[in-house]
């Protein structure tokens, strides 16, 4: 409680400026927590009304009082906590302009599927961590991990599962999301660069699907990803490196599954996150678009009354 | 969009948007539902599909038929539309690619200040066909399965050869007889034709791409491999 600012300390009063020891009223100071400031304002004319007439009704109402005291404390906290980082953070204005700021009139359902993209990430995220606390990159014991996480691992499959049915819900979250502002002519102006950061995003996505469809190393998977990487191979120019630099040397071989690894689990996640933040800046920064069928009537309508 | 136009939009924006409701609680509150909403359907995918895991993966093995996502028919199938080898490339880059970059810079492309799908018919078709194209390459990339059997008859000496061409993958991608998919590959129906035997031998062992090696086969069982280089050659 010393972390508390010293504006909103003061206001637990002079007389009792560090909390320390017993206070006037012989209470104890660490027992009712006096440090929390605003709770005590309003419990203070309590106390003294404790002191002056009713001091000898018994400890238990002075106990209730305590308890009730602690209650009012706590309601206090998130607000005070809010404050002291609003008060290091200068956070506070941003997160109201975000929070409060308005969404055009016509808003709808549609408008759910960005939120519904990156929610789908941040399940991948959640299942992804479980799965990598298991899962052991190389191509002798892939596999076997995989079937461990299956069989053994308390909801291992379920994990798994979600981990892999949540990877289709994302592209097509992703594509749907990509086919809306389309349509709704959204990628206009003022919102190109937000755009592209979407399509950027899309591509992403799609190279997390490809690389994670190697890790759990079965016959699909690998037999799946040969032909991948050698679809980068019959690129021009660079794409022989590409394929050079996916496999780890010019076969698949032990270095290519960790590379996979290295890509889906570090890489391309890292990108994806820090490019949701710049989406997401430029949404909150431009607003999100109206739907293209409403037009702003109010002034014209204004201007019919007024005649 | 010029200057006028820019002023116009932003005038019109700020005045819907001054209509609009804040976005906590009334859009926090979609979003939310939206979530629980995909949650549930990812949680009911998981216990309904599971998390299937085929035998280990075998480099030395041919019998396996290379499948990518569903979500992934769309390039795949591409390679079955164009089907010169010289122009393979096109398929497999050059086209995605190309997609890519326009997707990349449609803001530009498109300056027409129109919003409404109504009012830039140009817009609206294109994307329309776009996903036309993309949604019958996917229905095309499921319904071609990967068959093992060629019916196609043969001298009785090179059975084995054909019981190998079956088993290993070959009908995924090309055609022999009336068996197996027209594509990415080309037809081996008259593959004897073009080919001598060990011209096959090193198409099999160092492909073009996307096809993958049967050096594999190679090493590990050369008289299958063998068999299979005599039968291919025989198809004329």
Known sequence: MRLLPGPLR??????????????GNGRNGGNGNPDIPGALLVSRERDEAI????????????????????????TEVPATAIGWVDERTGLGPFARGFMFRKTPKGTN????????????????AVTGVFLAMYYRPSADEAYTSIQHINNEVFAGELVRGMHRWGATVMVVLVFLHMGRTFFFGAYKYPRELNWIIGVVLVLLTLMMALTGYLLPFDQRSFWAT?????????????GPYLADFLRGGAEFGATTISRFYALHMLLVPGLIAALIGAHLYLVAKLGTTAPPWLKAEKKRDLAKEEI | MNAR????????????????????????AKDSMMAVFVLFVIILMAALFGAELGPKADPTTTTYTPRPEWYFFFLFELLRVVKPPELVFLATIGIPTFCLVLLLLL????????????????????????????????????????????ELSTQPQYEAGRSVAASSGCLGCHRIGHNGNAGPGPELTE????????????????????????????EKNPQQFDELVQYLATLR
């Open chain 2, 107 to 150: 803001p530009f492309i498109d300056r027409n200040p129109e919003r409404h799908p109504l009012k830039r018919p140009i817009a609206t078709l294109t994307g329309i066909a776009v996903i036309l194209a993309m949604g019958y390459l996917t229905i095309e990339g499921a319904l071609a399965g990967a068959p093992t059997e060629i």
């Open chain 1, 51 to 74: 002191v002056n007439g009713e001091n000898g009704q018994g400890a238990k109402e002075q106990k209730a009082l305590q308890r009730e005291r602690i209650k009012e404390a706590a």
């Open chain 1, 226 to 238: 040969v032909v991948a990487v050698n679809i980068n191979a019959s690129g021009p120019v660079i």
């Open chain 1, 10 to 23: 003061r206001k637990n009063g002079n007389d009792k400026a560090d909390g320390n020891g017993t206070d």
């Open chain 2, 5 to 28: 136009e820019k002023e116009q939009y932003l005038r019109e924006y700020h005045v819907l948007k001054g209509q609009g409701k804040p976005f906590f609680p009334y859009a926090v």
């Open chain 1, 109 to 124: 359902w549609f408008y759910t599927l960005g939120s519904a993209s990156m929610f789908a990430f941040l399940s991948q």
């Open chain 2, 191 to 218: 593959i004897g034709e073009r080919l001598r035997a060990p011209a096959i031998r090193r198409t099999l062992l160092n492909p073009t791409a996307p096809m993958p090696s049967y050096r594999g086969l190679s």
